[in-house]
């Protein structure tokens, strides 16, 4: 089994910043794509921001150069780091990760529990 657990969200102030970050465990052979969803309330869950296993990253237009996504491979952990935030971003922040397993060698799409993120003042 593998679980994926979140931690970082809370309350800011517009133009503020937080980080999120997602730790991977349990039956691992590879973690492979990593990334970052959100949903507000009403909309459908979107992309924010993904990284492969290699470092390559892509972003929501949305976001662009304001979130940063990132990962430590040793540690199977994925972050956000969330800079100029805007009351727009107001959403729970999900994790997922494609991960293969150590137990069948197939690969898994897992999610986070999701962590809300407010942005008011």
């Not at 102030?13 to 970050?21: D, M, T």
């Not at 992309?47 to 199977?76: C, E, H, P, Q, W």
Request: overall charge positive; glycine content about 12%.
């Amino acid at each position: 089994q593998v679980q994926l657990v979140e931690s970082g969200g809370g309350l800011v102030q517009p133009g503020g910043s937080l980080r999120l970050s997602c730790a991977a465990s349990g039956s691992i052979f590879t973690v492979n794509t990593m990334g970052w969803y959100r949903q507000a309330p009403g909309k459908q869950r979107e992309l924010v921001a993904v990284i492969i296993s290699g470092g390559t990253t892509n972003y929501a237009d949305s976001v662009k150069g304001r979130f940063t996504i990132s990962r430590d491979n040793a540690k199977n952990t994925v972050s956000l780091q969330m800079n100029s935030l805007k009351p727009e971003d107001t959403a729970v922040y999900y994790c997922n990760a494609d991960i293969t397993s150590a137990r069948d060698g197939r690969q898994y799409r897992y999610w986070g529990q999701g962590t809300q993120v407010t942005v008011s003042s």
